[in-house]
């Protein structure tokens, strides 16, 4: 059977400031080591964008780009990036996102948009059919993420910002349908270019290399996601709320501003609490089989239901048990257009900072009193609100308190706290991104919330793992699938017998055992797994049949390595240091437990070996000879 030659994927590159729009070609070579999405993104970011940009001026480059999996049909793979330079941390942004309009800018013939300037004037970006066009958005400015979306055609993919993007919130997000680009400040950086929304639609098929194999695959892969019990059962029952009760259960669920890692009342807003008492339906994103987003009623409308971040950071953490409340605090994040993780954190330190007299915001643990008002004067710049838009980081330098602003790099952490999960505490510190559990490898997984429970206390073999999962995610959202389908990686029948049965503590040693080999392998990753299988890497297949790039499981694994570096290289180049690969006091100082010493997140023992085991220098800098293995030739 023939096949198309490898087809490259066609960007556009709009300068606001001109109003220019021209093509920006991506080269093969390119093409093969990046892939798409935030691996692409983070190479193109450095190679258009100078040194030392303002994050909040028109000089940040904004590119919103798919990944070759988007509009396929393989399962859970309608996302979409946003890369732009971290308002929280000065380092490089990445925000993945649901919604519709991923997909519809791919039907519309792109695969990536390159914003650079900014418009004189509040405007909007239509790409309709492969026409790009901008458009005046006075009449827009103003309203909320919900409200807008409106004014354009239903059928139409949109991303649009609100009120907290237009009015230079640290945290702003952007919102496509009732999915956000949450994390790093993405509304903050389309509300400095002017640019209310960017909205798509389009006819175009995406392309498949080997149609007849890829459709035999993707039958095969949709169904072991079904049958996986987290990706079949707990997630489409629970949502990723569901991770709750595991998470307090092991001493990692954030509460009273990771304090502690325990909530008394944290049964009343866990997932099986909100399935039983406030879930309408299940929802999801395009071409999704997992189906693990919640709708819930606020105010009589159905509307999106609060993730594991929302629930644990609006409730645990500022000691609130009110499911329903949270609903709102969700909702009303939403259409205002902010990122409910650096919102939640920051509102929980400006609790302690009130709780040990040191500022005073109206705000108190165990008390929603003025927290919707916090919100909306956040949202707009109002008062007291427009410090609290800065995120904690900057709060701490005002106010004081850097022992227990908790953030890395300056962006809050999510909701896992690290003293008894130590690899996700490593891998925070070395996020590129700053405070991600995602970007930081979500070693919670396999320590405090998954059915794998690897020793949470005992920083050996963590390194290792980190930054082999770290790899993973970095290829599995460049390909475009969605990672709540890595959840399927760990063997299901582990899951059906428990964290407590022997076989799975086991498993859960042989991993810890595991650290030699998987940290002097990486230099041979491409050659020792020269081949693909489903229950190992079930994307790299699905990706080979889909594009015809030369895909295995090691050269998977190997692209995430190779962006993850340039990830590195970016922040490096922006003066982020190995002195920026840590947390605050509280975290790495302070036990969790004053009875045992080593519930604290030991960075001094893991950062060491875990830069080598990346092929790093001491100071956190990749070697030349690991740039040369990974073919970046990108200098700083």
């Not at 059962?233 to 709750?244: F, K, Q, V």
Request: charged residues 20%; aromatic residues 8%.
């Amino acid at each position: 059977m023939k096949h198309p030659k490898l087809i490259l994927p066609k960007y556009a590159l709009i300068d606001l400031s001109s109003g220019e729009v021209r093509d920006y070609p991506i080269s093969e070579e390119l093409f093969r080591k990046y892939i798409g999405g935030k691996a692409l993104g983070s190479r193109l970011l450095f190679d258009l964008m100078p040194s030392g940009v303002d994050p909040l001026s028109p000089d940040n480059v904004l590119i919103v780009n798919t990944c070759p999996m988007n509009g396929t049909g393989a399962p859970s793979s309608s996302r979409f990036n946003v890369s732009f330079k971290n308002v929280m941390t000065g380092g490089i942004a990445s925000s993945n996102c649901g919604g519709q309009f991923g997909v519809m800018l791919k039907a519309a013939g792109y695969d990536g948009i390159i914003l650079k300037g900014g418009a004189a004037s509040p405007s909007y970006i239509e790409i309709l059919d492969g026409e790009i066009s901008i458009k005046d958005a006075v009449h827009l400015w103003g309203m909320d993420t919900e409200k807008v979306q409106e004014e354009f055609n239903p059928h139409w993919g949109k991303l649009v910002i609100g009120p907290a993007g237009e009015n230079g919130v640290h945290y702003a997000a952007a919102v496509s349908g009732e999915r956000v680009a949450g994390r790093c400040g993405a509304g903050a950086v389309l509300g400095a270019k002017k640019i209310k929304a960017l909205v798509a639609f389009g006819t175009k098929k995406t392309p498949i290399y080997n149609k007849e194999e890829f459709d035999k695959y993707n039958k095969r892969f949709i169904e072991f996601l079904r049958t996986h019990p987290m990706t079949g059962n707990s997630l489409p029952r629970y949502g990723s709320a569901g991770l709750l009760n595991n998470a307090n259960a092991s001493h990692a669920l954030p509460t009273r501003n990771f304090g502690k890692g325990q909530y008394e009342h944290a049964s009343k807003i866990t997932g099986e609490a909100l399935a039983d008492t406030v879930l309408t339906r299940n929802s999801g994103c395009v071409s999704c089989p997992i189906r693990c987003a919640r709708r819930v009623m606020v105010d009589g409308k159905e509307v999106k239901g609060p993730e594991f971040e929302t629930v644990g950071l609006f409730g645990s953490n500022i000691e609130n048990d009110d499911l329903e409340w949270i609903n709102t605090v969700n909702y009303v994040a939403d259409i205002y257009g902010l990122d409910a993780i650096s919102l939640g954190g920051t509102i929980a330190f400006a609790m302690e900072l009130q709780e040990k007299g040191m500022a005073d915001f109206g705000l108190c643990f165990g008390s929603k009193e003025g927290v919707l008002e916090a919100i909306h004067d956040i949202s707009y710049g109002i008062g007291a609100g427009k410090e609290l838009g800065l995120g904690s980081k900057l709060l701490a330098e005002k106010y004081g308190g850097k022992e227990f602003a908790v953030n890395a790099k300056g962006l809050e952490l999510a909701s896992y706290e690290p003293r008894r999960s130590v690899g996700m505490g490593l891998g925070y510190a070395t996020s590129n991104r700053g405070g991600c559990h995602l970007n930081g490898g979500y070693a919670a997984l396999i320590e405090s919330v998954g059915v794998i429970a690897v020793d949470t206390q005992t920083h050996k073999g963590k390194a290792e793992l980190t930054a082999f999962f770290q790899n993973m995610i970095e290829a599995t959202s460049s390909s475009g699938f969605c990672l709540f389908t890595m959840m399927a990686v760990i063997p299901g029948f582990l899951s059906r017998l428990g964290p407590a049965h022997p076989v799975t503590r086991f498993v859960s040693k042989l991993l810890i055992s595991a650290r030699p080999i998987l940290g002097s392998l990486w230099s041979l990753m491409p050659w020792i797994l020269p081949f693909n299988w489903m229950y190992l890497v079930p994307y790299a297949k699905s990706l080979k049949l889909a594009t015809g790039l030369p895909v295995t499981a090691g050269s998977f694994l190997q692209a995430g390595e190779r962006a993850y570096n340039t990830e590195r290289l970016f922040n490096l180049r922006e003066g982020l240091t190995a002195a920026d690969d840590t947390l605050c006091d509280r975290l790495t100082k302070t036990p969790q437990d004053p009875g045992r010493p080593d519930t604290v997140v030991p960075l001094d023992k893991m950062l060491p070996r875990y830069y080598k085991v990346r092929g790093w220098d001491k100071n956190g800098v990749p070697t030349k000879r690991k740039l040369k293995k990974l073919g970046i030739t990108v200098a700083i």
